[in-house]
């Protein structure tokens, strides 16, 4: 089949296909030697389905590309996949309790502007400008790391 089919029965873009192909997460395709258009089978589609899912647990590119070889040697065993499930979910623990801080303090700026008055006025951007006037003495400010 070719990119355009593999993308609209795996429900992702072309540029998805090619991209996970470039970085590894994808077998290469083949090429069509009259037109040189990439032609891909039934294991390129398991693939990228299994790919999607791993991106859609919120995966690395890494862990994905340890799961996929861990997948192509069924005899291995699979300590090192619940590992990486394990230190996964570690992750998305820490980053549940960044977001509720986040959530916390977004909710608490809410409170300082509870009816609509001028800019000039406004608490929010007030409490703002405190919070940048608080950064130059060294009070950390929070914020989700790596979320920009």
Do not use: W
């Amino acid at each position: 089949m070719k990119i355009g089919e593999l993308a609209k029965i795996a429900k992702c873009t072309v540029e998805t296909i090619r991209y996970y192909e470039k970085v590894g997460l994808l077998p290469a395709s083949n090429r069509d030697n009259i037109n040189n258009y990439r032609r891909y089978n039934k294991n390129h589609l398991e693939c990228l389905t299994f790919v999607r899912h791993c991106r859609a647990l919120a995966m690395s590119h890494e862990e994905i590309l340890v799961l996929l070889q861990a997948r192509n040697q069924p005899e291995q065993k699979c300590d090192s996949i619940n590992q990486l499930i394990d230190d996964h979910l570690l992750h998305v623990t820490v980053r549940i309790k960044e977001l509720q801080n986040l959530e916390a303090q977004l909710l608490k700026l809410r409170q300082q502007c509870l009816s609509p008055t001028s800019s000039e006025h406004c608490g929010i951007l007030q409490d703002l400008e405190l919070a940048i006037e608080d950064s130059g003495t060294g009070t950390k400010l929070s914020h989700v790391t790596g979320s920009h």
